[in-house]
């Protein structure tokens, strides 16, 4: 398995608070992403890097903000969490070669409720 | 802009019974095409994937094959385990989209013994 956790992997919270997920990586991936899953939706991105300080904004991101000040370390965060922001996150990870991007990597998830 | 729908689930089978799960795209251009898996509580797997026209891929005695004329990648497998119960998603990485990813919104398998 490739080498990614989420923390937490867990976690509620109030309208309001501020939130930040955490996803790590071991392989040395140039990319990583950040995806949310809701039933009827699949999973949409919701922002992703491909460098360290090199961000750039996905279908869904709106009231999200990303960080990546090293290779393994790719943090979402949630401003001031809304209700519908209820959701499970995923991160995912890939490289390239060749000149073509190979296969992506999600990690466990990461369950989030807002109340 | 790229979009990928799937057929609705559940889909309910019986062991040993035929699967085929419906996939269909929109994109411009020439994307990949894959099929992900996802098992309870756990994150998606990728379970095959298929870079041009009429390529199959194939993987745990599931099937797709790319077709650019129907733009259509089903997901066939001839005999579904108890096993194969999940949640199956197909998704495409247009071409020139920077390794991103679209994903249908799955289709939940259910096979009961």
């Known amino acids: 398995d490739a080498g990614i956790t989420q923390s937490p992997r867990h976690k509620v919270t109030e309208t309001g608070t501020p939130v930040t997920l955490r996803c790590h990586q071991t392989e040395n991936h140039r990319y990583m992403y950040w995806y949310r899953q809701d039933p009827g939706h699949g999973l949409r991105l919701i922002h992703y890097?491909?460098?360290?300080?090199?961000?750039d904004k996905g279908e869904v991101s709106d009231g999200y903000s990303v960080s990546r000040s090293k290779t393994e370390d790719f943090l979402l965060t949630l401003e001031s969490a809304t209700s519908s922001q209820t959701s499970v996150y995923f991160c995912?990870?890939?490289?390239?070669?060749?000149?073509?991007?190979?296969?992506?990597?999600f990690g466990p998830g990461t369950r989030l409720t807002v109340l | 802009g790229n979009s990928v729908t799937q057929m609705e689930g559940p889909v309910t089978l019986s062991e040993e019974a035929f699967l085929t799960i419906n996939c269909t795209y929109t994109a411009t251009g020439y994307p990949s095409l894959f099929w992900y898996v996802q098992y309870p509580g756990e994150g998606l797997q990728l379970l095959l994937k298929?870079?041009?026209?009429?390529d199959k891929g194939s993987n745990k005695g599931f099937e797709a094959t790319y077709r650019k004329e129907t733009t259509s990648f089903h997901l066939e497998k001839g005999s579904v385990q108890v096993s194969d119960s999940a949640v199956y998603f197909c998704a495409l990485r247009g071409y020139n989209q920077g390794g991103k990813l679209i994903f249908g919104q799955g289709t939940e398998l259910s096979v009961k013994p």
């Open positions: 890097s491909y460098g360290v300080k090199d961000t």
């Open positions: 995912a990870i890939s490289d390239s070669s060749g000149g073509s991007y190979n296969e992506q990597f």
């Open positions: 298929a870079t041009k026209a009429d």
